[in-house]
Structure formats: C-alpha cells, structure tokens
C-alpha cells in the first residue's frame, strides 16, 4: 500500500511563495500520473496540477504562470511550487497517485493546509 505524505503548508501573505513537498513510501509506477489536487472550504475538489505519464504537465488555467509541479524519481518526492499567491489558493492540498481509467487503485495524502492572507 503506497503511502503520500505531504508537507510545505502554511500561513502565506498575498503575493508570497510556498513549496509543498510529497514524499511517497515507495517508487510509484510509471502508469500513474501524480497530481496535486485543492479542496477549498465549501468547494469541490479541482485538480491544480498534474504531471502526466508523458511527462507533460498539465495546470489549471487560474494557476498558469504561477504554479510549478515537478517531480524527483530518485527521492520519490513530489513538488509544486506555488509563486504569487493570492487569497482564492487558500485550501487543503492533497497529493494523488492517479491511475488513468481507473485501471489500478489510487492514492491519496492526507494534505497540507494552505492558507493566503494578510
């Protein structure tokens, strides 16, 4: 069972920047894409960012430009970078294994609380 731990939340002002950080207790297999995934209160979940099986990555459009997800095989370790926060990032980031179609199971962290204001 693949275990995601994330890191990296915080109390940020507007305009500032934070790093999360999600570690997994294993190599996730190649089939996956790794993704980070915001819940704010109130709100539905929406996927942030999403670094494909190709590589690509892939952003939401209200994170474009601000937002950087990356990834580091050898450590297991997910990042995104986040750059110009604004108010409306505030929400629960979660870090998620997802199996396109469903195929095998997914993984999910536990998430870091992020919050933007002043």
């Known amino acids: 069972q693949v275990q995601l731990v994330e890191s990296g939340g915080g109390l940020v002002q507007p305009g500032g920047s934070l790093t999360l950080s999600c570690v997994a207790s294993?190599?996730?297999?190649?089939?996956?894409?790794m993704a980070w995934v915001r819940q704010a209160r109130g709100k539905q979940l929406e996927s942030v960012a999403v670094i494909r099986r190709s590589g690509r990555p892939y952003y939401l459009d209200s994170v474009k430009g601000r937002f950087t997800i990356s990834r580091d095989n050898a450590k297991n370790t997910l990042y995104l970078q986040m750059n110009s926060l604004e108010p409306e990032d505030t929400a629960v980031y979660y870090c998620?294994?997802?199996?396109?179609?469903?195929?095998?199971?997914?993984?999910w962290g536990r998430g870091t609380l992020v919050t933007v204001s002043s």
């Open positions: 294993e190599s996730i297999p190649g089939v996956y894409e």
């Open positions: 998620k294994a997802d199996s396109p179609g469903g195929v095998l199971q997914d993984y």
